[in-house]
């Protein structure tokens, strides 16, 4: 059962952890001091702190998974997501990664089907 942990598999599950424990941590904050969710997230307060260890950690495995899978799949400057992300915003590159992952993907599909020698009807 062990050999299924790999590396990679082991980074995903700490994220994971700490996406758990960050966010609820703050959430815990906001019940026992009897605080307004939703009215934290326009003036400020643990709900914000929670959002933002939320999407802290889904950048940071969104990020590892656009580089792992850009070399997987041998798409050239997979890192100027990343880089791109600080830029513009993660809400941006990671769709767009994923568009141009399908690309990939499909351009794969194509080219072993013209391999097999068949033909798209």
Do not use: C, K
């Not at 400057?77 to 992300?85: I, S």
């Amino acid at each position: 059962m062990t050999r299924h942990w790999s590396p990679l598999a082991v980074v995903y599950l700490l994220l994971a952890i700490v996406g758990l424990v960050g966010t609820w941590w703050f959430n815990v904050r906001v019940i026992v001091d009897s605080r307004n969710y939703l009215g934290d997230l326009v003036t400020s307060g643990p709900a914000v702190s929670s959002i933002t260890v939320d999407l802290l950690v889904v950048a940071v495995a969104g990020s590892v998974f656009i580089i792992v899978e850009a070399r997987r799949l041998g798409m050239r400057l997979g890192w100027l997501y990343v880089v791109g992300a600080g830029i513009t915003a993660f809400a941006f590159t990671f769709p767009l990664f994923l568009a141009m992952r399908q690309r990939a993907l499909n351009a794969r599909a194509a080219g072993a089907t013209d391999a097999a020698g068949r033909s798209d009807p």
